[in-house]
């Protein structure tokens, strides 16, 4: 398996970006579609944003189409978000997760049989008015 290190959170003021970063160590890192989730206090964890092995595929929810971005580098074993016009409802706990098969992690939250392989310990967001 791989491990999972995500960085690059804290605060930031609404209408701001942020970018999160996932490094991984371990397994070979391209034999991995790659995942972003949050979890807000009280809620559940939310799926945001999925990219292919190759990084030739993104999906991305509803909520958060056109203002992330999910993207990979392969040489440098990383996943990133790329967080524009960031919401107070964003405030959350990112996380990435790592799985073999990319719908894995696209349907994470909503098929309770599917469960990516790893996770990392998350990173917090917190949008300010």
């Known amino acids: 398996q791989v491990q999972l290190v995500e960085s690059g959170g804290g605060l930031v003021q609404a209408g701001g970006s942020l970018r999160l970063s996932c490094a991984a160590s371990?397994?070979?890192?391209?034999?991995?579609?790659m995942g972003w989730f949050r979890q807000a206090p009280g809620k559940e964890r939310e799926f945001m944003a999925a990219?292919?092995?190759?990084?030739?595929?993104?999906y991305y929810a509803d909520s958060v189409k056109g203002r992330f971005t999910i993207s990979r580098d392969n040489a440098k074993n990383t996943v990133y978000l790329q967080m524009n016009s960031l919401k107070p409802e964003d405030t959350a706990v990112y996380y990435c997760?790592?799985?073999?098969?990319?719908?894995?992690?696209?349907?994470?939250?909503?098929?309770?049989?599917?469960?990516?392989?790893?996770w990392g310990q998350g990173t917090l967001v917190t949008v300010s008015l």
């Open positions: 990219i292919s092995r190759s990084g030739g595929s993104t």
């Open positions: 997760a790592a799985d073999p098969i990319l719908h894995t992690i696209i349907v994470a939250t909503t098929d309770k049989d599917r469960y990516p392989e790893v």
């Open positions: 371990g397994r070979t890192f391209s034999n991995y579609a």
